[in-house]
């Protein structure tokens, strides 16, 4: 197959970090299509999450729309561990 890579018109932003208070680092968030939220990659905490929000301010519904919306915009998604299965 032809791999064809056609992401030259927008130049696309690298991902959305935010500071992940469970992970204790700065961490690519990603948008989780299933729920409408935008988690981070590493633990799959929402930015809903209390002490998320706290961290990156997102108090400031502005500032949270912003946030997520470039979540979005970045293409990043959210996958989460997959179905359940044994392992
Ligand atoms: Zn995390």
């Not at 690298?14 to 935008?38: I, K, N, Q, S």
């Not at 209390?50 to 502005?62: A, E, V, Y």
């Not at 949270?64 to 179905?83: C, I, N, P, Q, T």
């Amino acid at each position: 197959m032809d791999r064809t890579i056609k992401k030259r018109k927008s130049q696309r932003q690298g991902p959305v970090e935010l500071f992940c208070p469970y992970c204790d680092r700065t961490m690519p968030y990603g948008y989780d299509p299933a729920l409408g939220y935008c988690r981070c990659t590493g633990c799959g905490v929402s930015t809903e999450d209390f002490h998320t929000r706290t961290k990156n301010g997102l108090w400031d519904p502005q500032k949270k729309d912003a946030v997520e919306r470039a979540v979005v915009e970045s293409g990043l998604v959210y996958r989460g561990k997959g179905k359940r299965s044994k392992g």
